[in-house]
Structures are given as C-alpha cells and as structure tokens.
C-alpha cells in the first residue's frame, strides 16, 4: 500500500522553526520527486517546494526562498521541510506529493498537482502572531 505520511506540523509563534516530516512507504522513493504543497484557509493549494530524487534539484515558491529548505534523507525513505523565520501567512494545512515524472527535475512541472501520483493527508501549521 502505497502511503505519504506527514507530520510535524503545529503551533508557533511568528519568527519560529519547524521541520515538517513526510514519509513514504509503499513505492520506490529513489524514483520519485517529493513536493510539498499547502492550502490555506479560504485559499488554493500551491506548491511550497519540491525535491527532485535522483537529481537532487530543488525548488522553492518565491515567498518562502531562504527560509525553507527541503531536504531528503533516503535511509528512512522521508523528506523534510525545514521551516524557519516562520510567518502567520505561512498558517496552512501542508501536505506532501509524489510525482515519478520528477526524479531528474521538475522545473514548472512541480507546482501542477495534476502531475504527482500519491497525495499525503497533510498536517496544520499554524503560525500566530
């Protein structure tokens, strides 16, 4: 059974850390890109950042370029979202997405959802201010 299980998330205050986790299970996860994407409320999903497996690309949405950092570790098979210098407009569910077309690169391809194979469940952050 294939599974993105997120997790991390929670409450903080703006100028925080937090370091969401995906793991996956069921699939080859060297063959995969990992992104993650979020939805805030009253909002669309939109992609946060993504981590091309094989190639080791990554790319980031322009409002969280360094201040998030994707990063993978394989042996466990889980991607990380590191985000620091938290803000309240970071508040949203986040969630983790798997695309096999994305192994090598991802350039634009990464923000259509239409493209990625396994959707995780997600997980709130919430950021006060």
């Known amino acids: 059974e294939v599974q993105l299980v997120e997790s991390g998330g929670g409450l903080v205050q703006a100028g925080g850390s937090l370091r969401l986790s995906c793991a996956a299970s069921?699939?080859?996860?060297?063959?995969?890109?990992i992104s993650w994407f979020r939805q805030a409320p009253g909002k669309e999903r939109e992609g946060v950042s993504c981590?091309?497996?094989?190639?080791?690309?990554?790319y980031y949405t322009d409002s969280v370029k360094g201040r998030f950092t994707i990063s993978s570790d394989n042996t466990k098979n889980t991607v990380y979202l590191q985000m620091n210098s938290l803000k309240p407009e970071d508040t949203a569910v986040y969630y983790c997405a798997a695309a096999r077309s994305m192994r090598y690169s991802a350039t634009s391809n990464w923000l259509r959802e239409s493209n990625y194979d396994y959707w995780g469940q997600g997980t709130q952050v919430t950021v006060s201010s």
């Open positions: 069921g699939f080859s996860f060297d063959d995969y890109g």
């Open positions: 981590r091309s497996s094989r190639s080791g690309r990554t």
